[in-house]
Nanobody, 127 residues
Framework: QVQLEESGGGLVQAGGSLRLSCTPS????????MGWFRQASGKEREFVGSISWSGGSTYFGYCAKGRFSLSRDNAKHRVWLQLSDLEPEDTAVYYC????????????????????WGQGTQVTVFS
């Protein structure tokens, strides 16, 4: 059974940082592009960032504003989303996602392009 498990969410003060992790299982994801989306209450799901299968290329949505970074370690089957300089507007459920076969060097910015999704982890930023 394919699963993407997110962890690392929580409650943080504005200006603080969090590191979210995604641990995929159930198949080999070393050739997969990985992405992160977020969804705030009452809003549509929003692209946060994506990373190519090798980790050599990353893409970010407008919401990142130079504050977020992505990395991965295929040997450890792990993807990380580093959130820095957080703002209350970053409060949302963050979802890890995967494209089965990376054919575009990680450049996948739409939710419909992704084949697998995690259950999400809540990030709450207070001022």
């Amino acid at each position: 059974q394919v699963q993407l498990e997110e962890s690392g969410g929580g409650l943080v003060q504005a200006g603080g940082s969090l590191r979210l992790s995604c641990t995929p299982s159930g198949r080999d994801f070393s050739s997969s592009a990985m992405g992160w989306f977020r969804q705030a209450s009452g809003k549509e799901r929003e692209f946060v960032g994506s990373i190519s299968w090798s980790g050599g290329s990353t893409y970010f949505g407008y919401c990142a504003k130079g504050r977020f970074s992505l990395s991965r370690d295929n040997a450890k089957h792990r993807v990380w989303l580093q959130l820095s300089d957080l703002e209350p507007e970053d409060t949302a459920v963050y979802y890890c996602s995967a494209v089965a076969q990376d054919a575009h060097a990680g450049n996948y910015q739409h939710s419909y392009e992704y084949d697998y999704w995690g259950q999400g982890t809540q990030v709450t930023v207070f001022s």
